[in-house]
Nanobody
Framework: QSQFVESGGALVRPGGSLRLACVAK????????IAWFRQAPGKEREGVAS????????NYPDSVKGRFTISRDNAENTVYLQMNTLHPEDTALYFC?????????????????WGQGTQVTVSS
């Protein structure tokens, strides 16, 4: 089955950092834009970072801009999300997904290959 496998989630204190990874299984990320989404309990899933095919274009919502950084390693078929200065409101299940184009927005209908997610909890 083609999907992402996410890892790196943990319990971390406010102000801390985490680096998430998602590995593509059964397909290559080389020709796809990749995005990270998150979903907190009782809230809708939202996009937090995306990166274009070649990595030259990234997109972040204001809520994480300057704190989160997305990167990709096409040779390893892996995308990373470096999260710094974490806040309790960053607590959520974090997912990867891919488009078949160079679209870097966060309309979820554009994305496929969703993984099971990795849990990030920010709490003292």
């Amino acid at each position: 089955q083609s999907q992402f496998v996410e890892s790196g989630g943990a319990l971390v204190r406010p102000g801390g950092s985490l680096r998430l990874a998602c590995v593509a299984k059964g397909f290559t990320i080389r020709s796809r834009t990749i995005a990270w989404f998150r979903q907190a309990p009782g809230k809708e899933r939202e996009g937090v970072a995306s990166i274009s095919l070649g990595g030259g274009v990234t997109n972040y919502p204001d809520s994480v801009k300057g704190r989160f950084t997305i990167s990709r390693d096409n040779a390893e078929n892996t995308v990373y999300l470096q999260m710094n200065t974490l806040h309790p409101e960053d607590t959520a299940l974090y997912f990867c997904a891919a488009t078949a184009s160079d679209y870097v927005g966060f309309r979820q209908i554009e994305y496929s290959y969703w993984g099971q997610g990795t849990q990030v909890t920010v709490s003292s």
